[in-house]
């Protein structure tokens, strides 16, 4: 199993250009994360879904959007990149809510200029 | 106010020392806790599940408090591969998890 996977690893935008990132995980989970983490901030929940063809809105979801067509895919989207969506971006999967070990995948670094 | 709030620290601590890091959360209703341990900007790693008064793995012990909504993690013995951040994350019956700041730990020799 690869676990939790991120496509790609790293990229540099221009302001305005858009982008996609890709999530995807092979142990059949239901739920499924994207995360931004900054200096002194944590790890910001933007978008969540709870099961294929279901998102939900995080803390800060704004400027993004996000896409679960396929259960072991979550794509998070950037219509008009911003200098302040520059970030490492986190990907998290779990089987269902409440008891069970979240995964990560290893982040992607987005970098807007 | 932030859901789920940390003392980001830096907490400096000797080899062998106890440490202790709280987390305060702010939904009532949140069902289970976990604490992660986060190196150098890599992905968070699990190292406690927090489902129920509390847990003991090793030198780390976990406890919940839900009448003044908070949990803690204590770290006995502290090794230099302790030094880390740790995130304390909170899960709701909605399916949110939310993390808080993380509390950065350096262990010295």
């Known amino acids: 199993n690869a676990g939790v996977t991120q496509t790609p690893k790293f990229r540099v935008l221009k302001t305005g250009q858009s982008m996609t990132l890709l999530c995807a995980q092979d142990m059949n989970h239901e739920y499924m994360y994207w995360y931004r983490q900054d200096p ?43 200098p302040s969506q520059t970030s ?15 995964y990560f995948g290893p982040g992607t670094r987005l970098l807007v200029l | 106010r932030k859901e789920v709030e940390q003392d980001p620290g830096p907490f400096n601590v000797p080899e062998g020392a106890t440490v202790a890091f709280n987390c305060t ?9 976990f604490w992660y341990r986060q190196d150098c900007r890599k992905e968070p790693k699990l190292l406690m599940s927090v489902y129920s008064s509390g847990n003991e793995d090793g030198r780390f012990t976990a406890q919940l408090n839900r009448a003044s909504q908070y949990i803690s993690l204590l770290i006995r013995d502290s090794k230099l591969s302790d030094s880390a951040t740790y995130l304390c994350v909170e899960y709701n019956q909605g399916g949110k998890l939310i993390f808080g700041q993380g509390t950065e730990l350096s262990v010295k020799p």
Not at chain 1, 53 to 75: C, H, I, M, W
Not at chain 1, 89 to 97: D, I, L, Q
Request: charged share 15%; glycine share 14%.
């Open chain 1, 40 to 82: 002194g901030m944590g790890l910001r929940l933007i978008h969540y879904s709870v099961g294929e063809g279901t998102t939900a809105k995080g803390e800060v979801p704004d400027g993004y959007n996000v896409s679960r067509l396929k259960k072991q895919n979550f794509l998070l989207g950037l219509e008009s990149a911003a």
């Open chain 1, 88 to 102: 490492v971006y986190f990907c998290a999967s779990m089987p269902r809510g409440g008891l069970e070990t979240q």
């Open chain 2, 25 to 33: 959360y702010s939904n009532s209703a949140s069902q289970s806790f």
